[in-house]
């Protein structure tokens, strides 16, 4: 009986004794947070310094309750000298986090080949949308001029043409209608001579504002067709439709894309030519072009905030660019070479060379034209490499994030087939182009007009050198010139049907690869929610997080900050944040951003 008294006893002495302890525990608890002398634990890293700022006016405390407990925490955050010495000299053990941080230099180094990879894979994209308006654009243009006479004479009224054969003769007469208006108004020489002959403008600036209105025209551009290949405006032409005020719509939209075309076009050969005097210039503007560029290019990306969907249109704008500067750089190189082939220097005599060339003179004919054409490629493959590091080091992206880019060019490109066609598709376009070019907003038809306009000048210089004269009409042309003119036209025509054959195989090859990655399409949509809004940060522990969540409460204390005073189109101070009214905005007024 007194043993079972006794165990009572101690039981209830332990269970009060824990609950004096946890009392104790809470009370030292809010000690610590009233007074301001609470340490912040994070074993990586030394316990703050800093201390909060005293309240404005603190609540009032028992000083006989709290008196022993303040001491006592008092006493052990005092140190001596000795313990400052031995903590600085003999002071090696560390929660060691080098796996934590190895995730971001690990992550750091694989981004260039993420990138490189779905860069590679937008490039191909773009290269089979270009070559669609050459290769299988007049095929279905030939096959709707033959429907369209088909329906003509027939007796049949209710033969009409289909809105998708509609768009094929628009999208064609819109290339050639582009090409006739801006052949005569665009000489290569004078706008060259004209560029490199600026000396209020410097090269960099032009080809700056040059870029910026690139990509302004595409923006515009891609909604002006969108309209003129809309279903509703191709249904309007048809034959026996009454006349009403939506009749003249199509022939207005067909206009505003002209229009368009044919100024980003000239936007398009002023970047190409200004490319050009860089690369042909005896100074180093071609350095001066790649710095001011690149460097204006990093500094207006990296130090800012992004999300995975930004970074989408990141990677969309970089894949457009890296092909049309590829492109580019190779019609300035062919150019080149036209010109040192045809020319009577000797490079064996000590021609002089412009230094954007290189430093490797001689009868290397090849490596002197495509030295500066690589010096280019290089530095914007580098520039994308860090860019796009930084920007997922920053904000805590996983390059498992460009994989889910992949998917969604491949899930646009499996649904703008054949075999997409059968299920359900999201959108559905009249105009048959690559519907994956939409996505990455690449304007096709503008570039195919530069390539024609390139094409014939470049074929007119090729003529020149080689009959060293103005052509003879065709009822006075020699047999030599009638010879060459065939042995040209047999060249064309070989080339054309290589490059269909190399369409078609291309396309295949893209349609069976974007069918292969369907398997894995959710599991990596699954994965890549580690990339969702409000992700961990990369790199930092759980302690860590929780001393930075503490040390911001310290830093961002209200009574630091002072008084603030409403201004014009901030709302009130006190109430709740509102959208201002214009009236309410003045130019100065810091709403989220004002440039």
């Known amino acids: 009986m007194e043993d079972a008294l006794d165990t009572k006893t101690s039981h209830e002495y332990s269970r009060s004794s824990a609950e004096f302890s946890d009392h104790d525990s809470a009370t030292k608890r809010a000690i610590s947070e009233e007074v301001g002398v609470r340490h912040l634990a994070y074993a990586s890293l030394p ?40 903590e600085e000299l003999l002071a090696t053990d560390f929660d060691s986090h080098q796996e934590l941080k190895w995730e971001r230099v690990s992550n750091f180094l694989s981004i260039p080949y993420a990138i490189e990879k779905i860069v590679g894979f937008g490039f191909i994209l773009c290269l089979d949308s270009f070559l669609y308006t050459f290769t299988i654009l007049p095929i279905r243009f030939i096959l709707a001029i033959f429907r369209l006479f088909d329906n003509m004479f027939s007796l049949s009224t209710k033969a009409r043409l289909p809105p998708s054969q509609k768009a094929d ?52 551009g891609q909604d002006i067709l969108d309209c003129l290949f809309s279903r509703s405006t191709l249904e309007t032409v048809s034959r026996g439709t009454s006349v009403t ?16 075309v044919a100024c980003h076009t000239l936007v398009m050969l002023y970047q190409l030519l200004s ?46 660019e890296r092909f049309t500067l590829s492109l580019m750089l190779l019609v300035v190189a062919f150019r080149n070479l036209i010109e040192l082939s045809g020319s009577e220097f000797d490079f064996s005599g000590g021609f002089v060379m412009p230094k954007s060339f290189g430093w490797f003179r001689g009868n290397n004919v090849l490596w002197t034209i495509s030295y500066p054409v690589l010096t280019v490629l290089a530095s914007e493959m580098l520039v994308d490499w860090l860019k796009h590091a930084f920007i997922t080091k920053f904000n805590h992206i ?8 992949i998917d969604v060019l491949c899930r646009d490109l499996a649904s703008g087939s054949a075999v997409g066609r059968l299920g359900a598709r999201k959108h559905s376009y009249v105009d048959q182009s690559p519907l994956v070019a939409r996505r990455l907003g690449f304007s096709s038809v503008p570039l195919a007009v530069l390539a024609i306009l390139i094409g014939f000048q470049s074929l007119n210089l090729v003529l020149s050198h080689r009959l060293y004269g103005e052509w003879s009409t065709l009822g006075q042309m020699s047999s030599v010139e009638v010879l060459y003119l065939v042995k040209c036209l047999a060249i064309g025509l070989a080339f054309w049907l290589c490059s269909l054959a190399f369409k078609v195989l291309l396309g295949v090859n893209l349609i069976c690869y974007a069918t292969q990655r369907r398997g894995g399409m959710e599991t ?21 997080r929780e001393y930075n969540k503490q040390l911001k409460k310290m830093i961002d204390d209200w009574r630091d900050d002072a008084t603030r005073v409403g201004e014009m189109g901030e709302g009130h101070v006190d109430g709740p944040t509102r959208r201002p009214a214009l009236e309410d905005l003045t130019r100065f007024t810091m709403v989220k951003r004002i440039w």
């Open 169 to 220: 003769i628009l999208r064609t007469l819109l290339v050639v209608v582009s090409v006739t208006v801006l052949l005569p108004l665009t000489d290569a020489s004078k706008i060259y001579h004209s560029i490199r002959g600026q000396d209020t403008i410097k090269l960099y600036v032009i080809f700056n504002s040059l870029e910026i209105a690139d990509r302004l025209c595409a923006s515009i």
């Open 245 to 260: 005020p939506h009749i003249l719509r199509p022939y207005v939209y067909f206009v505003l894309a002209t229009l368009y």
């Open 47 to 86: 316990p703050t310094p800093i201390l909060p700022s005293p309240p404005a006016s603190p609540p009032p405390i028992d000083r006989r309750t709290l008196q022993e407990p303040l001491m006592n925490q008092m006493d052990d955050s005092l140190f001596s000298l000795w313990d400052y010495l031995r």
């Open 524 to 544: 990596r949509a699954v994965a890549d929610v580690v990339n969702d809004f409000g992700r961990d940060p990369i790199g930092e522990g759980k302690e860590e």
């Open 275 to 320: 490319l050009n005097v860089a690369v042909n210039s005896y100074d180093h503007a071609l350095l001066t072009l790649l710095m001011s560029n690149q460097f204006v290019e990093i500094k207006g990306c990296v130090f800012k905030k992004f999300e995975k969907d930004n970074l989408f249109q990141i990677t969309c704008a970089d894949i457009v």
């Open 398 to 405: 996983r390059p498992s994030v460009y994989e889910r880019y």
